[in-house]
C-alpha cells in the first residue's frame, strides 16, 4: 500500500512497484490508509511524511496500534531528511526510510531489506 497527498507521486510508486511484480494499493493520506487498510493484509506500507488530515507519524502509530499490522514492514517515502524525523519515524514504528525523489532500483532494494 503507497500512501502519499501527491497524485504524480502514488503514480510514480505504482510504476515502479507493478515493474516489481507488486500489486498496488493507494490511499491519499493517513485517515483513507486507515481506512483501507481495514480487512486487507499487505506485503509492505510505503508512506510520505506530509500529508493532511493524519501525518505519515500518526499514520505509522495508528498502524502498529493494531495487533494485525504490528509487524508490517513499513518504509516512508519523503522529502524529509533530517536525523530528528528519522528518529521520529523510528520511535513510531517506522522500518525504513527513503529521501525522494527516488530511484526504483533504490526502492527495490529498500522493500528487499525491509521485506526479508
Do not use: C
Not at 29 to 34: F, I, T
Not at 102 to 115: G, N, T
Amino acid at each position: 500500500m503507497t500512501v502519499d497527498d501527491s497524485p504524480s507521486m502514488r503514480m510514480l510508486l505504482r510504476a515502479a512497484l507493478t515493474d516489481l511484480g507488486y500489486e498496488v494499493l493507494e490511499a491519499e493520506d493517513g485517515v483513507q490508509a486507515l481506512e483501507r487498510l481495514d480487512g486487507v493484509e499487505p506485503d509492505l506500507l510505503i508512506t510520505d511524511i506530509n500529508m493532511p488530515r493524519l501525518d505519515g507519524f500518526g499514520l505509522i502509530e495508528k498502524v502498529r496500534e493494531q495487533d494485525r499490522h504490528r509487524n508490517l514492514p513499513i518504509l516512508v517515502l519523503t522529502t524529509e531528511s533530517s536525523d530528528e524525523k528519522k528518529q521520529r519515524a523510528r520511535s513510531a514504528g517506522a522500518t525504513g526510510w527513503i529521501v525522494k525523489p527516488f530511484h526504483p532500483e533504490k526502492l527495490a532494494a529498500a522493500i528487499r531489506r525491509v521485506l526479508h
